[in-house]
T-cell receptor, first 115, second 113 residues
Framework: AQKITQTQPGMFVQEKEAVTLDCTYD???????LFWYKQPSSGEMIFLIY??????QNATEGRYSLNFQKARKSANLVISASQLGDSAMYFC????????????FGTGTRLQVFP | DSGVTQTPKHLITATGQRVTLRCSPR?????VYWYQQSLDQGLQFLIQ???????AKGNILERFSAQQFPDLHSELNLSSLELGDSALYFC????????????FGPGTRLTVT
């Protein structure tokens, strides 16, 4: 069965510093996708970044990058130059192959950015 | 703004009642997904529709049902509501049946009293 594990319930980072949010996954499918979503206190889910299992390079989107280590089954999110507006819950998710497009989510990490 | 709309934003109802949550996907998206976010279960996939047909089913209770209409909007029907159904219900959409990005709506917060 597919599973996403986020072991950090909460993280603190100072403004302008970089922070890494951990995500490990488990799947037997050779083809899968990994996602990160941000959920601010207002509740909406904001898509941040995607990494495909066959992608050769780590995904990047602005200040977000995904540190994809396939052999270790990890897909950590790196946020560079943190901003106060980055304070939110962050969810790692996986989409498996085999005719299922559902996303399986981790339990999330609450990031707090302080001045 | 993801382009996915959900109504209503908030819903308060009593146990035993029935409610309908509505979702309009992004323009051009054929797939609609429903997710439930609760404190004890986290974010869980409920059901997916693609171009009007049910494509995948998750941990959806028998008291819950959904459909996708010809104009591609979708409705999630929750009946015989229980206190434990209180949650944030998200709709997401994607272009195809197996497209990478799923864009989420703002959610409907359901409170069952």
């Amino acid at each position: 069965a597919q599973k996403i594990t986020q072991t950090q319930p909460g993280m603190f980072v100072q403004e302008k510093e970089a922070v890494t949010l951990d995500c490990t996954y488990d799947t037997s499918d050779p083809s899968y996708g990994l996602f990160w979503y941000k959920q601010p206190s207002s509740g909406e889910m904001i898509f941040l970044i995607y990494q495909g299992s066959y992608d050769q390079q780590n995904a990047t989107e602005g200040r977000y990058s995904l540190n994809f280590q396939k052999a270790r089954k990890s897909a950590n999110l790196v946020i560079s130059a943190s901003q106060l507006g980055d304070s939110a819950m962050y969810f790692c998710a996986m989409r498996g192959a085999r005719n299922t497009d559902k996303l399986i989510f981790g339990t999330g990490t609450r990031l707090q950015v302080f001045p | 703004d993801s382009g996915v709309t959900q109504t209503p934003k908030h819903l308060i109802t009593a146990t035993g009642q029935r409610v309908t949550l509505r979702c309009s996907p992004r323009s051009g998206d054929l797939s609609v997904y429903w997710y439930q976010q609760s404190l004890d279960q986290g974010l869980q996939f409920l059901i997916q529709y693609y171009n009007g047909e049910e494509r995948a089913k998750g941990n959806i209770l028998e008291r819950f049902s959904a459909q996708q209409f010809p104009d591609l909007h979708s409705e999630l029907n929750l009946s015989s509501l229980e206190l434990g159904d209180s949650a944030l219900y998200f709709c997401a959409s994607s272009v195809g049946a197996s497209t990478y990005e799923q864009y989420f709506g703002p959610g409907t917060r359901l409170t069952v009293t």
